[in-house]
């Protein structure tokens, strides 16, 4: 075959080939070099063109005249390379922007490297995140799970397992928690890792609210704190009510102590219950705080405190009188302790002489009065050196005890050994004086 002449004016003999130009190649010229594309045939300058290729790759031009590149390097695809390739990203022809090279996708290995468009292939975002992974590189946790995204091996991701009470709930999705340290975020007087416990003093976590304040009484609790789910506070013996402010039925006395139990007598009291000085309601005839005792003039409280026979009005006058003869030797004493003055020896003297007749004139009246309504009296009891005796009189209606004589009419049958005899009318009798009076 001929040369070309007009792509190579110089043929060597020898090896038979013709050094060709204008980007044409073969023994004769007759095709264009590598990296161009055209006719090489029809013998001008501009017969091939360079390949619209990335790093001057081949190309060749078909039938339809469009031109497809044969050798795009790697990451990169399309007719004319002006793609990336799956599992790369860029924009080679600048579509979007500058123009950007083809660059393999990094996903942090958080992907299936069998799987196809892993990414966008222009922006480079991971679309196919697995082990719990998200965000543009699957570099974090998803949203619900807390843990290292880069650690080795995978799977570090767990889930938050936030309790759905006692965290701020998300509009959208379930709670979620600190990516890194799992930590959820809890309402108000909520704690703990997965915000599932109160705080100390509160309760009630699932009021939807956070938890609420035990509000524990200060004085009928023995702390602040309670029962978390049901919110009762630990109260003091005999004190009850969620928050132990009151006292149990049958109980009084609300204090840092508890509360007293009434143990009111069943027989004498209209109620078990007693107000709160602890009193108890009484029946008729009956007084106490417990009601445990008939007033006085009346006895036999299994029978409703019936009044005393008239006799015990005598025995009763003479009572009253040695009462209030004691109430002023009580009062008289109280104010020589109160109220001391200072003597000479001669006034202090003739002042105690004077004191100890009084009490001795008293004393031999009561005891006279006593013998006249068969009713004794304990001896006074004389303490402290002598001279001069200091005379302390001890007197209560619990001291009464029976006549001496009371034996030489128990004969006759019409006395009981609990009861005091009235001499003056034979036919009667008293119950227990301690019950009377």
Not at 314 to 334: G, N, Q, Y
């Amino acid at each position: 075959m001929p040369p070309d002449s007009s792509h190579s004016p110089v043929f060597q003999v020898i090896q038979g080939r013709c050094i060709c130009q204008h980007n044409t190649a073969g023994d004769t010229c007759e095709r264009c070099a590598k990296g161009y594309y055209g006719n090489a045939l029809k013998r001008t300058p501009d017969d091939c063109q360079p390949c619209p290729c990335p790093n001057g790759g081949a190309c060749i031009q078909l039938p339809d005249d469009t031109v497809v590149c044969l050798e795009c390097p790697k990451g990169y695809a399309g007719p004319r390379c002006e793609l990336c390739t799956d599992g790369f990203f860029g924009d080679p022809k600048g579509r979007h922007g500058p123009p950007r090279p083809c660059e393999r996708c990094d996903c942090n290995g958080n992907i299936d490297p069998n799987a196809v468009a892993n990414c966008n292939r222009t922006t480079g975002e991971c679309l196919k995140c697995i082990y719990n992974t998200g965000g543009f590189y699957c570099d974090q946790c998803l949203s619900g799970f807390y843990g290292d995204a880069l650690a080795l091996p995978k799977g570090d991701c767990r889930p938050c397992h936030c309790n759905a009470y006692g965290t701020v709930s998300e509009r959208y999705g379930p709670p979620v928690c600190d990516q890194v340290t799992g930590q959820c975020q809890c309402k108000p007087h909520v704690i703990g890792l997965k915000c599932d416990q109160c705080e100390e003093g509160f309760w009630n976590i699932t009021s939807g609210v956070g938890c609420e304040p035990c509000s524990c009484d200060s004085i009928g609790a023995l702390n602040g704190t309670c029962d978390v789910r049901s919110g009762q506070c630990f109260c003091h013996v005999g004190v009850t009510g969620r928050k132990c402010d009151m006292c149990e039925p049958f109980h009084y006395g609300f204090s840092r102590e508890g509360c007293k139990p009434c143990d009111c007598d069943p027989v004498g009291s209209v109620s078990l219950q007693c107000d709160a000085t602890g009193q108890c309601p009484c029946r008729e005839n009956v007084e106490g705080r417990r009601c445990d005792r008939c007033r006085e003039n009346t006895y036999d409280k299994q029978k409703g405190c019936r009044d005393c026979p008239a006799c015990y009005n005598l025995v009763l006058d003479s009572v009253s009188i040695h009462r209030e003869r004691l109430a002023e030797l009580e009062r008289l004493l109280a104010d020589i302790v109160s109220n001391p003055t200072v003597l000479n020896d001669e006034d202090f003297e003739e002042t105690l002489r004077t004191v100890m007749s009084q009490v001795e004139q008293l004393w031999n009246d009561a005891r006279e009065a006593a013998r006249s309504g068969e009713v004794q009296f304990p001896q006074p009891l004389i303490v402290g050196r002598h001279p001069p005796p200091v005379v302390l009189l001890h007197w209560s209606s619990s001291d009464l005890i029976f006549p001496a004589d009371l034996p030489k009419y128990m004969s006759s049958g019409n006395v009981e050994p609990s009861c005091i005899y009235c001499k003056a009318h034979s036919h009667c009798y008293l119950k227990c004086l301690e019950i009377c009076l």
